[in-house]
């Protein structure tokens, strides 16, 4: 019989999933075992959002105006990490900064603009990627 998985490498499954008001992603490493669970927190207000993120290691905001700094020369520290992305339309400025301003990196997902529940994937992706929980060597 014919393996489809290689066995030379780790091999993933990537699940996104919603359910009674609350989604999330997780993603298995098949050859280890290793599972790891990311929570997309309900919606919530600006006020509500700059009095939470002081609680995080490390937040991220994904700001479409923001051209230099992208998550590949960010530095990620702690474990607690939260991923911000914006409503349709984006952040205001202003918003940017008082998000800034409590300690947020602000960075950029490149030159496309992502739908926010795109956005928010890919993001949690690419930080999953820079943590090294999805190699493959």
Same mark, same amino acid.
């Given at each position: 019989?014919?393996?489809?998985?290689?066995?030379?490498?780790?091999?993933?499954?990537?699940?996104?999933?919603?359910?009674?008001?609350?989604?999330?992603?997780?993603?298995?490493?098949?050859?280890?075992?290793?599972?790891?669970?990311?929570?997309?927190?309900?919606?919530?207000?600006?006020?509500?959002?700059?009095?939470? @993120?002081?609680?995080?290691?490390?937040?991220?905001?994904?700001?479409?105006?923001?051209?230099?700094?992208?998550?590949?020369?960010?530095?990620?520290?702690? =474990?607690? @990490?939260?991923?911000?992305?914006?409503?349709?339309?984006?952040?205001?400025?202003?918003?940017?900064?008082?998000?800034?301003?409590?300690?947020? =990196? @602000?960075?950029?997902?490149?030159?496309? @603009? +992502?739908?926010?529940?795109?956005?928010?994937?890919?993001?949690?992706? +690419?930080?999953?990627?820079?943590?090294?929980?999805?190699?493959?060597?």
């Amino acid at each position: 019989t014919s393996n489809s998985l290689d066995e030379t490498v780790n091999n993933y499954l990537m699940s996104v999933a919603s359910f009674q008001g609350k989604s999330g992603i997780s993603v298995c490493d098949v050859t280890t075992g290793d599972f790891y669970l990311t929570e997309v927190s309900e919606m919530i207000s600006f006020e509500n959002l700059t009095d939470k @993120i002081r609680d995080f290691d490390t937040v991220l905001l994904a700001y479409e105006n923001e051209t230099n700094n992208s998550l590949k020369n960010t530095k990620i520290e702690g =474990k607690n @990490i939260a991923v911000i992305v914006g409503p349709e339309g984006g952040f205001k400025v202003e918003e940017m900064r008082k998000i800034q301003s409590c300690g947020a =990196k @602000i960075i950029t997902l490149g030159k496309r @603009i +992502l739908r926010a529940e795109t956005a928010s994937i890919v993001l949690s992706t +690419l930080v999953l990627d820079k943590l090294g929980e999805l190699d493959y060597e």
